[in-house]
């Protein structure tokens, strides 16, 4: 039998039929739901934002209005709760990836095994999934005033008194983000570090090259993508995130709270409007994120 | 190279240690025979997981077993956490095999189904609800596990096109040139070669949906799911051990489910 010419998938015409179904069709059931439960809320979301309130069955008209943008961007505590959100989500990114890169090289770089590597993975997912509440109720014990952190410093003698102000300041919201979303930021980095090739690294030290330039001419410049896509993920994340600064920033504002308010005092509106502006800012910055960033080449070739 | 070494692994360590800290400190303290939330640690009890309630306790003070309204909560999560482990499933699998080719509009939908995880908890909670609520469509728990799909489906397509073998696109050619129908070349080449793929998108829905909170508050009703009902109790009652008692429970489901799921991965690895 002569031997058929094997053309490579990038040489592949569109449209293979998988299973006897054409991929157009195997896109349905994604498109179908992605449409339903993500474009079409949010689309809706942005329209009501621009009804008024009034006391209907649904909590609004579909009057169209600007006055509650108006009202939004005029009230006297709306920068600094602009500026709150958006400082927090950035220092927690930047502390999550101060944390998550060198994780990230150990995980790659020093760890021989496949299977041990995935289960350094999955150890490092399970915080995550705890649930909010309950992650922020234990950290009660360990930075309250009972806590583990003020019981070994009173034990010790350093100090005479328990510090009440390690748990609701913004330092509290960054150690608790750290834990919960290390994960995202430890991910797309290992992921962009598997695909350096090693040849590149054993070619830098036998050129001499010093440990220090090694890491940063090679390691970090090529695990770029997966280092900026890390970090807009856990800024993103942080943006949306309400639970953890409504129990434990001692009262600070943000944008994810605030909406959580409207909702439960049902002026659909305004939670809109906040909502709008939060999305606004998410989709601007994932935007800049990947235009910088060929995201897709950490994913297929 | 040995002081880099020993540094990188002691930090690693500690990393993992701090990271794990609020987990074992709360099993530890569910076991805690105090009111009290925080240390002194006064001695062991299992009294917050079993304690057979007098008829006078309330909220915080039923114990774990006893507390009808958190197995109502358990129920519906654990509904919610398979609904939403199917459908990613299917999903998942569809988009990851339709994905590998060059049809129009590959980019586009990639970037779609990635907005699924990214677009802020909030904004689709909310959006959900509103819309919900114009089509005056009842909240059912299949909502709560739709949202939980679309915030899954990310996750599960990037887990899995990571981990694609890139000669499956010549097996399957080769399948078919040798003259087997579509049907066979997916159930007997693809399939096989791609299924603890499959099966980890499968319980990493399932573990997704199992904690999610901020999308779930937004349409949950009833009891809720565990993530909501925990939310909404602790604001109205106060914090005992008991709740640690209740979140040693689910991480443990959590963790059972993530073990089985990197076990299923190294199987997956290992061809």
Not at chain 1, 97 to 106: E, N, R, T
Not at chain 1, 154 to 164: M, N
Not at chain 2, 33 to 49: C, E, H, L, M, R
Not at chain 2, 242 to 252: L, N
Request: net charge positive.
């Amino acid at each position: 039998m002569s031997q058929a010419s094997v053309t490579t998938p990038s040489q592949k015409t569109s449209g293979f039929r998988i299973g006897g179904v054409s991929s157009y069709a195997l896109l349905v059931p994604g498109l179908v739901v992605s449409i339903i439960f993500m474009l079409l809320p949010l689309a809706i979301m942005t329209v009501v934002s621009f009804y008024t309130t009034a006391p209907s069955s649904t909590g609004f008209l579909p009057i169209f209005t600007i006055q509650n943008y108006i009202d939004f961007f005029t009230a006297p505590n709306t920068p600094s709760l602009l500026l709150n959100t958006f400082s927090l989500a950035l220092v927690a990114s930047i502390i999550c990836f101060c944390f998550g890169f060198p994780l990230a090289y150990f995980l790659t770089f020093r760890i021989k095994s496949p299977s041990f590597k995935n289960y350094v993975i999955t150890l490092l997912i399970v915080p995550f999934l705890i649930d909010s509440s309950i992650r922020t109720v234990a950290w009660i014990a360990i930075l309250g005033k009972g806590g583990i952190v003020n019981y070994a410093l009173l034990a010790t003698g350093i100090i005479h008194t328990p510090i009440a102000a390690l748990l609701f300041s913004r330092n509290t919201l960054y150690v608790i983000w750290l834990q919960t979303y290390i994960i995202f930021m430890e991910f797309p980095i290992y992921l962009a570090m598997n695909r350096i090739d090693p040849d590149l690294i054993w070619a830098a030290k036998v050129l001499r090259a010093p440990p220090h330039r090694v890491l940063y001419d090679i390691v970090f410049k090529l695990s770029l993508p997966g280092i900026i896509c890390g970090f807009v993920f856990v800024f993103v994340s942080t943006l949306g995130d309400y639970v953890t600064p409504g129990l434990w920033a001692g009262g600070i504002q943000t944008m994810g709270l605030s909406i959580a308010m409207y909702s439960d005092n049902f002026l659909w509106p305004y939670a809109s409007v906040v909502s709008t502006m939060l999305l606004i800012i998410s989709v601007a910055v994932l935007f800049i994120c990947f235009k910088l960033v060929d995201i897709k080449k950490l994913v297929y070739e | 190279m040995k002081l880099q070494d020993i540094g990188i692994r002691t930090y690693v360590g500690l990393f993992i240690l701090f990271v794990y800290l609020p987990i074992i400190l709360m099993i530890v303290l569910s076991t805690n025979n105090s009111g009290a939330i925080s240390f002194p640690y006064q001695g062991f009890t299992t009294k917050w997981y079993n304690a057979v309630p007098t008829g006078y306790e309330y909220g915080s003070y039923i114990s774990a077993y006893y507390d009808w309204a958190f197995w109502q909560a358990f129920q519906n999560t654990v509904y919610v956490a398979f609904m939403a482990a199917i459908m990613t499933t299917i999903i998942v699998t569809c988009v990851a095999m339709a994905l590998r080719h060059r049809i129009l509009g590959r980019n586009a939908l990639f970037y779609i189904i990635l907005l699924g995880f990214l677009v802020p908890g909030v904004a689709l909670g909310l959006g959900n609800n509103i819309l919900f609520k114009i089509m005056n469509w009842q909240f059912t728990w299949w909502i709560a596990a739709m949202l939980d799909t679309v915030y899954a489906v990310p996750f599960g397509l990037i887990l899995m096109m990571a981990r694609f073998d890139p000669d499956l696109v010549l097996y399957e050619r080769a399948a078919s040139v040798l003259r087997a129908s579509p049907m066979n070349v997916f159930r007997r080449v693809t399939l096989p070669l791609i299924r603890w793929e499959v099966v980890s998108a499968a319980i990493f829905g399932f573990v997704l949906a199992w904690g999610e909170l901020i999308r779930t508050s937004f349409v949950a009703s009833g009891t809720g799911v565990i993530a909501t009902y925990i939310n909404t109790q602790l604001a109205i009652n106060p914090i005992t051990p008991k709740w640690y008692a209740v979140g040693a429970i689910i991480t443990g489901i959590s963790i059972i489910a993530l073990v089985i799921m990197g076990w299923v991965l190294s199987r997956g690895q290992k061809k």
